[in-house]
């Protein structure tokens, strides 16, 4: 069958079996390889994508229901070769450690910032429970998400010296 | 800032914490990865290649009888299906592991555990080689399987491994270490001793991203790529050499991006092999990624001990001896990836951080109708067991006393003049300063008004627990005389290249699977050369780009491949003082070294950057005999003994008393890893092993059924930690380097998931204290926590 959608701006157009996963067509049929797969059973979150906006599990969405949406891969996060705020954050709060599940973790946390520029902690690791990290312990990555919604504009549009900041981290020794 | 030095580091460490090489940095690693462009595994996509996929038994013991291919073979997108008997004309039916046993790679006897591999299909696609699995017909003869480890020596037990010849039981080893006899003497004559079982269940250590390869055999050449999830490319490429009898030259084993691995890659795995079988089978390359319920069910899974725990102690609070027996459930091939002359790993670290008058343990390896494995899940080779036992068994003895379990460590630690410590079972600590990391843990956590706290809510009927654990891990092996993998001995190669304009590449034998080898290797160069990090590429992962060694495993990289990106630094340091003084027309014992340049003593503007010297080495500058016209080194690093790094830790917990909901409420870590090179990327290490340990502690277990079923397939029965379970760590840290190595650093990979687990079931069994309860086993699920509650705690299945 013939699926048509919009994959990060670009409308494509491919031809496969009707029973083909939403991950496999982002990474076998596009080639875009930073959306990962791991686990089958909608448990783990590295395969979220954005579809409309929406953060969607794409190891449990046929690629056929995308036919005529909008996906947003990590591949769409920068925009003009600009690192988005998240993507900033994450590196400046090491929320990534393997990198595996940063993807989906940086589309969650992108979609939460567009619907609530101003989350709290609480509010960020409900948004992010659907996923899971076997690097981080998670508190990076809350840092990271409230480093990009502290700099909307990402560090260089501020001025910033990316790295020069301070970190949240509060390490305590005698 | 300030940190607790008590041991002065080695004087050519420099001054560890300064931010020239070492400090908080971002990643090196990290701008692929934001933007989608890591390289992992299953990225990997070659001219014409296939793909496979393994048949898997559904049951746990059983004899074949018969494989009918046919259907599956008449597919149209098929190329091949591989049994145990086309294996067998290959002499690749059964491959060694690491701990000198075999493993089948094909079933040709008989099926061993459920999930172990049957048959392997290739296909031009992922959803035809699965497809063609379906229709494979196999027939089975059932047998009586082996679950309970405790039953497994039972007289009459079914042998599983009937395929060595004259094994008639399921024991695999006896182990024992420390003086039994000495050690009866001091618990004869102790004032208090307590006895408790203490089970460590079977764990998985499930990285995000699941094991897989992609083989590559060209016919022509007789050359193997081998693309593989692996933390130890080289030990695996001298493996294949072996097993496969293709030429280690002929072999290239590359490790890509891996996504997460905490010792499930370590292990040779079937589906490796298969790869490399089907990619010479059809003469075209073969990739193999294994699903999650594969990779829970088949490959390495971690621990699984069950421990006889006694603990001697005078009346007053003095521990004189830790004693255990072990059963130790390896299941149905003794495939455990450690040191091979260890086959209980680590474990005679089960002391602990106390000075002890003797201690004594034997451990006893059996065979179940499990899958194999066992040393996995950051376990430290076993060090994970060996402190939760003794830190269960100290707060136990501490219930006993009715003494403060803090209160209690810190009058039995090793005292700091005491190191080198030579403990009861052959090891030497290298160094250690307990109480200060004790005490600023107690006073993160407010430790006294914690209990004031916990006393009021008990007067309410409210459940609150704090726990406390302190540890010490031995990790970084070699030396290379005592620990090897199947005769290679652990230790670690890296070579520099410094390009004539100042830029260099370090080549190390270790890999990262998240760790940021790419930056902390490149900051450790960067403080011993003075050139920047981001000047310096670190390439890993390459059996064809990198010096041998023995890879990433138990929080070696660090201790030993760090060691040798010093020393290999420091060599090119030496010869660029020659080549300075060539270009200084001076003495080399003339010069002084700053960092990043050597110039003359006494006049200070008279001096050679190591650029410069790089661009004169390779220039046309007259070198003196004997230094030939690089700036490059190599050395391999064999360490002199392990490092000991140590922590003390404190978690809170809130127990629902209506339903055993145990909610993590805070966590304290204090670690000391010796010098700390990059403070942001150790701190990331112990969060994530905190993680693990309220994983373990509370929700994690590989459970089986009586029939040998696995009831841990997937993510949706093997729970691990989200967001929502964890509480936002707090972290601190005191520094004791290690006096033996190079930059005094001790390793922290493994540290938090060995040391949390008890200090979280300590608090647990601390809240429960109201309702009698002494111990409870993991994972302290809402429905154990519950029964703990009514009297009825039992051990795991």
Redesign the interface.
């Known amino acids: 069958m013939q699926v048509s959608m919009t994959v990060n701006g670009d409308k494509v157009t491919r031809e496969i ?1 009707p ?2 996963l939403l991950v ?1 067509f982002i ?1 076998e049929n596009l080639g ?10 909608s ?2 979150g ?1 395969c979220v994508v954005l579809m409309d906006g929406q953060p969607v599990k794409s190891c449990t969405v046929l690629a056929a229901m995308a036919d005529g949406h909008d996906i947003r ?3 769409g ?2 925009v003009g070769g600009t ?1 988005d705020p998240v ?1 900033q954050g ?3 709060e ?1 929320g ?8 989906g973790m ?1 589309l969650t946390a992108r979609a939460l910032l567009d619907r609530n520029p101003h989350p709290d ?1 609480a509010e ?3 948004a ?15 840092r990271s998400v409230q480093w990009a919604a502290a700099h909307p504009l990402g560090a260089q549009a501020e001025g910033d010296a ?2 020069a900041e301070e ?1 949240t ?6 | 800032m300030t940190t607790v030095q008590e041991h002065a580091p080695n004087p050519a460490a420099g001054d560890p914490g300064r931010p020239i090489g070492f400090g908080r940095l971002q990643r090196k690693e990290d701008p692929r990865f934001v933007r989608g462009k890591g390289n992992y595994l299953d990225d990997i996509v070659l001219p014409g290649m296939l793909h496979g996929a393994i048949l898997r038994a559904p049951v746990a013991h059983a004899r074949l009888v018969s494989i009918d291919t046919t259907e599956a073979l008449a597919h149209p997108k098929v190329l091949a299906v591989i049994t145990g008997k086309d294996l067998q004309a290959l002499n690749l039916a059964w491959a060694p592991t690491l701990s000198a046993d075999v493993q089948a790679v094909l079933v040709t006897d008989k099926v061993r555990f459920q999930g172990q591999e049957v048959a392997f299909v290739v296909a031009e696609d992922r959803y035809a080689a699965r497809d063609a699995l379906e229709l494979i017909d196999v027939e089975y003869d059932m047998l009586p399987p082996v679950i309970d480890a405790r039953r497994a020596l039972d007289p009459g037990a079914p042998v599983i491994r009937d395929d060595i010849e004259g094994r008639t039981d399921n024991r695999i080893f006896d182990w024992e270490i420390g003086d039994a006899a000495e050690t009866e003497a001091v618990f004869a004559a102790a004032d208090v001793v307590v006895a408790q079982e203490v089970v460590y269940p079977r764990v998985h250590p499930a990285p995000m991203e699941t094991c897989g390869a992609v083989a590559d055999f060209d016919p022509v050449d007789g050359r193997l790529t081998l693309y593989e999830t692996t933390q130890a490319p080289h030990a695996h490429r001298t493996l294949y050499a072996i097993v496969a009898g293709i030429p280690e030259h002929k072999i290239r084993i590359a490790s890509p991006d891996i996504g997460g691995g905490f010792g499930n890659k370590v292990g040779i795995y079937p589906g490796y092999v298969l790869a490399v079988v089907g990619s010479i089978v059809t003469g075209k390359p073969v990739k193999w990624v294994e699903d999650r319920s594969e990779n829970l069910m088949s490959t390495s899974f971690a621990r699984d001990y069950i421990m006889q725990g006694e603990i001697a102690a005078t009346k007053d609070g003095k521990i004189l001896a830790v004693r255990t027996s072990v059963l130790a459930d390896h299941g149905a091939f003794n495939a455990t990836a450690q040191p091979t002359k260890t086959p209980a790993g680590f474990f005679s670290i089960f002391t602990g951080s106390y000075d002890l008058k003797a201690a004594y343990c034997k451990v006893t390896g059996v065979y179940t109708n499990k899958a194999p494995g066992g040393v996995a899940y950051a376990c430290s080779f076993r060090v994970t067991e060996a402190v939760y036992l003794v830190e269960r068994m100290v707060d136990i003895l501490a219930r006993k006393l009715e003494m403060d379990p803090a209160e209690l460590r810190l009058k039995n630690f090793i005292k700091p003049e005491q190191f080198p410590y030579a403990n009861k079972t052959g090891w030497v600590y290298d160094s250690g300063n307990y109480e200060p990391a004790m005490r600023l843990s107690m006073k993160m956590a407010g430790y006294e008004d914690l209990r004031r706290e916990q006393l009021e809510k008990r007067e309410r009927g409210e459940l609150m627990g704090i726990g406390v654990s302190f540890f010490t891990e031995t990790v970084g092996a070699g030396p290379r005389k005592h620990f090897d993998i199947v005769g290679l001995g652990m230790a670690d190669g890296a070579e520099l290249r410094v390009h004539p304009t100042g830029k260099a590449v370090v080549r190390i034998s270790v890999q990262s699977q998240g760790q940021g080898h790419e930056t902390t290797f490149a900051q450790i160069v960067a403080e011993e050369l003075g050139i920047p990090p981001e000047s310096i590429d670190v390439v890993h992962g390459d059996t064809d780009q990198t010096p041998f060694g023995l890879g990433t495993y138990g929080s070696r990289s660090t201790p030993v491949s760090g060691g040798a990106v010093a020393l290999v630094a420091r060599k090119v340091r030496d010869k660029a003082r020659f080549i300075a003084a060539a270009m200084l027309e001076t003495r080399p014992e003339d010069l002084e070294w700053e960092k990043g340049r050597w110039f003359v003593k006494g006049d200070p503007s008279a001096g050679k950057t190591i650029a410069e010297i790089a661009f004169g080495a390779h220039g046309t500058v007259a070198l003196p005999e004997g230094i030939d016209g690089n700036l490059d080194a190599e050395v391999t690093y064999d360490p002199p003994n392990l490092t000991f790094p140590f922590g003390a830790y404190i978690c809170v917990v809130d127990v629902d008393a209506g339903t055993g909901h145990v909610k993590v409420r805070r966590f304290i870590a204090v670690d000391d890893c010796g010098t700390r090179i990059n403070p942001m990327i150790i701190e990331g290490q112990v969060h994530g092993g905190l993680t693990d340990g309220v994983g373990m502690a509370l929700m994690e277990i590989i459970a089986f059924d009586e029939e040998g079923n696995c009831l841990s397939g997937s993510f949706m029965d093997y729970l691990i930690p989200t967001a929502m379970e964890v509480p936002d760590w707090e972290t601190g840290f005191t520094v004791t380097p290690s006096p033996h190595h190079p930059i005094g650093a001790k390793g922290i990979g493994e540290s938090a998931t060995v040391g949390s687990p008890p200090a979280i079931v300590n608090a647990i069994v601390d809240a429960l204290m109201p309702y009698g309860v002494t111990h409870m086993d993991m994972p302290c699920t809402p429905a154990r926590v519950w029964e703990a509650m009514q009297g009825r705690a039992r051990p795991p299945v």
Do not use: K
């Open positions: 079996e029973r083909v496999h990474r875009l390889t930073g959306t990962h797969w791991g686990c089958d059973t448990n783990c590295t891969t990590v591949e996060l920068a690192l993507q994450f590196m400046e090491h990534l450690q393997c990198g595996f599940c940063t993807p940086m902690d960020i690791r409900q992010i429970s659907g996923q899971i990290c076997r690097c981080t312990g998670y508190a990076t990555i809350v990316a790295g970190s981290s509060e390490e305590v020794t005698a």
